[in-house]
């Protein structure tokens, strides 16, 4: 997620002839939350013309940093921070989210899916709630398992909840779990060590993540596909606005299907011709809003 913006903010650099550095763009990495207002504050002060945060665990900060520093530039992602000074970037993870449900529910030879999420709250519901509109919508009699470790870090709670989810039927689990999601990687990388024949995949998130379900010294490769989030995009954008003079302080700027803030990652190798046809389908219905995705459980409901 932090890798998928630093990437964005590079290829702007490239694009506008900056080096990294001072007079250029540069990254300060916060061990703890703790470290986010400091963090903010050494920016400002270096006077970069403009900061982000990362995450919407940074929203108070960002917050409190636009209001002691009215004249300097900031944007979020993943959280709306009301400044005339901030961007708030949030992106329609519920869309991606249906969009790979569409190939768990075709892809499933068991019948039951899961979903790991890491700390509950709206925005990762979007990615529950989405995915599960998606199974149930090509394959309505599918299970599906949902359980949040609580925590986008530890990967050893992803590991056991996977574990816990293959060992009961369960052959395809999407994570939107952080770093945490390693362990979701690693448990299905270990069960088809030991048995190559048992159907097991994962599906990622935020970005490509095929080089994480390959597994050394095989062909083999679980990463059945991933939701990606085009944090790169958004940031590129933001901040061409900003060098333009039309910087979207105040407004929250949503990135969904329909102008590529969301999709499955063009790693396709486990995908079928008739899931790939599928896929397609049902993106053009999003995007023709032809399909509401739900991105709460009220909203799940009800389309179902």
């Known amino acids: 997620f932090n890798q998928s913006a630093w990437e964005g903010i590079k290829a702007f650099g490239k694009e506008n002839g900056l080096k990294e550095g001072k007079e250029g763009y540069t990254y300060l990495q916060s061990e703890s939350d703790a470290d986010y207002t400091t963090n903010l504050n050494s920016l400002v002060r270096q006077k970069y013309d403009l900061v982000y945060g990362i995450g919407f665990t940074m929203e108070d900060a960002i917050r409190e940093a636009a209001e002691q520093n009215p004249n300097s530039k900031f944007a979020i992602v993943d959280a709306v921070v009301d400044a005339d000074n901030v961007a708030s970037i949030t992106f329609k993870e519920n869309e991606g989210s249906f969009i790979v ?11 039951k899916v899961g979903f790991v999420g890491g700390i509950e709250n709206p925005l990762i519901q979007k990615f529950e709630k989405g995915f599960i509109a998606g199974v149930k919508t090509v394959n309505p009699n599918a299970e599906v398992q949902v359980k949040y470790t609580g925590s986008f870090s530890d990967a050893s709670i992803a590991k056991a909840t996977a574990s816990a989810m293959y060992k009961s039927g369960v052959d395809i689990i999407y994570h939107a779990a952080g770093n945490g999601g390693k362990g979701v990687f690693t448990e299905a990388k270990n069960i088809k060590k030991k048995n190559p024949d048992q159907e097991v995949w994962v599906i990622g998130v935020d970005k490509d993540q095929a080089d994480e379900g390959e597994i050394s010294g095989t062909d083999m490769n679980i990463t059945l596909t991933s939701m990606v989030k085009r944090v790169d995009l958004a940031v590129q954008e933001i901040s061409k606005q900003a060098m333009e003079g039309t910087f979207p302080g105040g407004e929250n700027v949503v990135f969904g299907l329909e102008d590529n803030g969301v999709d499955i990652a063009p790693t396709k190798d486990n995908l079928s011709d008739d899931v790939l046809k599928k896929v397609d389908e049902y993106k053009e219905k999003i995007k023709n809003a032809e ?4 991105a709460t459980q009220a909203e799940l409901e009800a389309y179902l």
Do not use: D, E, F, L
């Open 291 to 294: 399909i509401k995705v739900p």
């Open 101 to 111: 449900g569409v190939i768990a529910g075709m892809q499933t030879k068991s019948n």
